[in-house]
């Protein structure tokens, strides 16, 4: 799975973390006619780097046991993700 756009609806809990990790800012939380609300994602501005699949509460129903240190490397590698975002900015 590259992106969360491929998750079914129907699994969403609607949690956000998807939508807080992207590093690109290319996912907005939109709201159906029940109020629900699931991550929908710009394809435009997605570069597919896989970090809303890693940090989506369903596909890794696991990160219940060990939350500190998986939440930790998922902030992590968003940093350096933006890092990479911010230095190629400043030298084009
Ligand atoms: S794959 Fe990366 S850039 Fe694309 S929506 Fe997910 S976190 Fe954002
Ligand atoms: S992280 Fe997963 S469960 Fe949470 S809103 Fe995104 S797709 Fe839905």
Not at 12 to 34: D, H
Not at 56 to 80: D, G, H
Request: proline fraction near 4%; hydrophobic fraction near 40%; glycine fraction near 4%.
């Amino acid at each position: 799975m590259k992106n969360i756009s491929e998750l079914e609806k129907e699994k969403c809990n609607g949690c956000s973390a998807c939508f807080n990790f992207c590093p690109k800012n290319a996912i907005v939380m939109q709201e159906n006619n029940e109020g629900f609300k699931y991550p929908v994602i710009d394809m435009e501005k997605c570069t597919n780097c896989g970090l809303c699949v890693k940090s989506c509460s369903v596909i890794n129903a696991n990160f219940q046991n060990y939350p500190p240190r998986a939440m930790f490397s998922l902030l992590w590698q968003k940093i350096q993700l933006e890092k990479k975002v911010l230095l190629a900015e400043f030298f084009l």
